[in-house]
């Protein structure tokens, strides 16, 4: 579904229903091109801290659940704290591009936005929306790319005693479950924490804008209008990162895909809660030539 709305941006989402979309479960493939899966890759970690056989059979029949409530894209684990994420794809696939729309998380929930994503595959350059412990929002990750993971800062939350989001907050990084070891130094431009929070409004609705530019893309990140981040993926300097092989892989065009995460053995709820969703609205592209 695409209707005209602001001056060269086509509407997305109807705010109804989900013409134009489609589900599919969140399936780790390989994690780099070329490389072992995920299953193959965790087989000498202690049982406690990798996805269980019955886990990986299950997840290809557990795409999340996608609803539309009060005109915004709803997504949530199948069945709530079941762990199974999923994915919700654009029928349309684009290649240069400016996206805009609005996102609403719960506290905690592991959310994201994929550009250039394949159908059948995990594969996709991800805009985090990490609102959980130890996340971070507007920055980036490779899924089945190296996995790469470029940011310049890390959040943590102030809760009321019923557990409900107060307000964000840098993180103690002698807390952290995700150091950042130099993770800012993948980014061509990285906002400060106070730069990120000042734009951000915790508990409610943020605009992302997102520019997605060349076969070997930049992508940059605004939130509320404040740059946050940019990257350059064609010089990205990153173990088993190939640029090369990456843009043969994923072509100039992909779908822009939503994610709702899983609950890995590493982090648990921490990443998604039980009840927690993610709420989407005003969803928006321009395509640039």
Known sequence: MTTQTETGYESLFNGED????????????PMWIGGPTLRELQADRPAGARFTDEYFDAAPNRPAAWTVEDGAIVGRQDEPGSGFGGFLLTERTFGDFEL????????????????????????????????????????????GLGGFHAVSFNLDADLDEDGQLVRLREEDPATTLEPLDGKHELLTYGATADEFLAA???????????????????????????????????HLDFPNYDADAVAETLGS??????????????????????????RWRNIRVKELS
């Open 18 to 29: 989900l013409d134009g979309w489609f589900a599919t479960p969140r399936v780790y493939g």
């Open 100 to 143: 805009v729309l609005e996102a609403n998380p719960d506290w905690p929930a592991d959310s994201g936005i994929l550009v250039r994503k394949t159908r059948d595959s995990w594969r996709g350059f991800q805009i985090l929306v990490d609102h959980r412990k130890s996340g971070s929002i507007g920055g980036y990750y490779g899924n």
């Open 200 to 234: 951000w409004n915790p508990g409610g609705w943020n605009e992302l804008r997102i520019r997605v530019v060349g076969l070997k893309p930049v992508i940059t990140t605004w939130i509320n209008g404040v740059k946050i981040s940019e990257i350059d993926l064609a």
């Open 253 to 278: 065009r992909g779908h822009i895909a939503l994610e709702v995460h899983d609950t890995d053995p590493k982090m648990g709820e921490a990443r998604w809660g039980r009840d927690s969703a993610c």
